[in-house]
T-cell receptor, first 114, second 111 residues
Framework: DAGITQSPRYKITETGRQVTLMCHQT?????MFWYRQDLGHGLRLIYY???????DKGEVPDGYVVSRSKTENFPLTLESATRSQTSVYFC????FGQGGTEAFFGQGTRLTVV | GQQVMQIPQYQHVQEGEDFTTYCNSS?????IQWYKQRPGGHPVFLIQ?????EVKKQKRLTFQFGEAKKNSSLHITATQTTDVGTYFC???????????FGAGTRLAVHP
């Protein structure tokens, strides 16, 4: 089905472990974004990508790594998870550069670091 | 860097009352977008404003973009229980389409 999907939906990991959150979109949107949502902070931009192989830091990039080898995928990796990275993570995509307007969000991944 | 501030953080209203949330950016915006997130859901796009001083309406919702393109507001007339959720503004500035969100306003509507 067309759309944007995130996996897993829920994840519990231990401090210090590496974990990767997946994001896949079927629209061939050029832009993709990763946000984290914490109470009181709204949606904070972690990283974004304007196209395959083009990524840039957002507001809170420390401790995260992204890659975008294919247009449709934008994985987010926590290299060594910390409790402060417990959050709900949203991936979004948009075709801003091709006349598009809105960002479409995935269902989110709830990550707990213990 | 670009910052987007949004107030209030919470708003409780009785059904039928009006509601307004305000958004301010530290930089001039190319455009501003508004999203709604229902409890337990993901943000869903409502509207985009592009022009200085622009006003758009969607039924009971009125959106405004300031003359200086640094502030915006969302006004809901006669709230209903279906309006419950968190409303976010999001701004784009510069040439890289970096979409920065405000902290959101959580609206509770009491019947």
């Amino acid at each position: 089905d067309a759309g944007i999907t995130q996996s897993p939906r829920y994840k519990i990991t231990e401090t210090g472990r590496q974990v990767t959150l997946m994001c896949h979109q079927t629209w061939s949107h050029s832009y993709m974004f990763w946000y984290r949502q914490d109470l009181g902070h709204g949606l904070r931009l972690i990283y974004y990508s304007a196209a395959a192989d083009i990524t840039d830091k957002g507001e809170v990039p420390d401790g995260y790594v992204v890659s975008r080898s294919k247009t449709e995928n934008f994985p987010l990796t926590l290299e060594s998870a910390t409790r402060s990275q417990t959050s709900v993570y949203f991936c979004a995509s948009s075709d801003f550069g091709q006349g598009g307007t809105e960002a479409f969000f995935g269902q989110g991944t709830r990550l707990t670091v213990v | 860097g670009q910052q987007v501030m949004q107030i209030p953080q919470y708003q409780h209203v009785q059904e039928g009352e009006d509601f307004t949330t305000y958004c301010n950016s530290s930089t001039t915006l190319s455009n501003i977008q508004w999203y709604k997130q229902r409890p337990g859901g993901h943000p869903v796009f409502l509207i985009q404003l592009v022009k200085s001083g622009e006003v758009k309406k969607q039924k009971r919702l009125t959106f405004q973009f300031g003359e200086a393109k640094k502030n915006s507001s969302l006004h809901i007339t006669a709230t209903q229980t279906t309006d419950v959720g968190t409303y976010f503004c999001a701004g784009i500035s510069g040439g890289y389409n970096k979409l920065i969100f405000g902290a959101g306003t959580r609206l509770a509507v009491h019947p």
